[in-house]
């Protein structure tokens, strides 16, 4: 069987499943603005849509929270070691959290930031990937092949790592995300504090250090008494937000102390007007280094899914970012800022259909149409890492030029801007009164339920059965050659 066949969603729920949530109903709105994409031949409209709102005093401030845990849904050196990413220089780590010293014994808040971790040497590279394949989100194997998760991801991330290394290499090593996490953890508790609102800031990584089990174990160990899950990603998906989620469902759901511990988590933050806001001052102050501004194209580029989670497991992920978009681009047109703009996705890999228009072909398109100026706007991610600094630094812009664009240009990740860490701040606020436990909400797992193998024997068969494939796999020439050229 194709490895393409393999990589098939299960259906699973998505954000829209809150609304059974009657405990915790929030104000509701409704939008009718329609948006036109300017680029790929799909256009949206949110017509009618509704939106979880959370309604903080006289300024709309839109955010989607949930209480409980159950959510439905040519190389270049650059060298970034040492650089500072944020104002603020406090690090999280060890420990992955930046405590408060004014907390009452009474109530001791937590703010659990999720991220997706990167290799912090190149020799973490490996490693790395094969904890990102292995998460049944992100290769998403029907349950009669889910034995082959974890030989697969070593077959596939033993022959990527030496693609990805050169990558690392190009940006200083390794990866800034963790460094610019910990600076985002503690730039939050900071603005928290200036709110009257002390709280613990914990750092949880998805496929790297800190991991999730090392932040809940401090936050144990610390005693909170209520916690909100802040995932760093503006829109919500099942292979980010989702998996991360369902890594914490899974530590808490067997844990006492934890199931009973009152969370609410923020599943989506995209229509915040503070983030859209910070990210239209971004734009904004970039525009002004060109020559002649108002012939930019603005050109977002967001991460890519497979085609299938969305038309297949209901991943809301796509419509999210072309709302974000627009409202971004209603942002901007009010303060009297009309250029053309674009949404393509990037960072394909495999043989499957990803989410289209695809970066790197609308970039020669833009080109053959003559466009000269181009400002790169990196949407869904807050924080520079190797889809930032390489991806779009590195090889776009390359691409770009070579296409005929002349003037190329790049709005920095959020990272610790003070608008939108204030905004992150706000919206931990806005969810601290939605706070419930584990036990007395609904329990859905996020995305692929996991099996439980009770039976060791039972374990250890598929394990080697696995293995023995993928041994026979990594050593026959004939299926080396053709994996690398459908996945790799």
Known sequence: MEISRLLQPTKVPTSHTFANFTSMCCPRTRLMPACHSSHGGRETKYDEREITILSSGPSLKKSSVVGGLSLHRPVHKRDIAGKTFCSVGLYTYPGSNVESSSQTAEEKIGVLLLNLGGPDTLHDVQPFLFNLFADPDIIRLPRLFRFLQRPLAQLISVLRAPKSKEGYAAIGGGSPLRKITDEQASALKMALETKEVPANVYVAMRYWHPFTEEAVHQIKRDGITKLV????????????????????????????????????????????????????????????????????????????VPVSYVENAGDPYRDQMEECIFLIMKELKARGINNDHTLAYQSRVGPVQWLKPYTDEVLVELGQKGVKSLLAVPVSFVSEHIETLEEIDMEYKELALESGIENWGRVPALNCTSSFITDLADAVVEALPLTMSMSTSTSTFTGTEEEVDNDPMQYFIKMLFGSLLAFVFLFSPKMVSAFKKNIL
């Open 229 to 304: 899950v802040l995932p760093l990603y503006p829109q919500y998906s099942i292979s980010t937000t989702g998996s991360s989620v369902r890594a914490l469902q899974n530590i808490f759901k067997d844990d006492s102390y934890l199931s009973r511990l009152p969370v609410a988590i923020i599943e989506s933050w995209y229509q915040r007007q503070g983030y859209i806001k910070s990210m239209v001052n971004l734009i904004e102050q970039e525009l002004h280094n060109f020559t002649m501004p108002e012939e930019v194209m603005i050109f977002f580029s967001a991460h890519g």
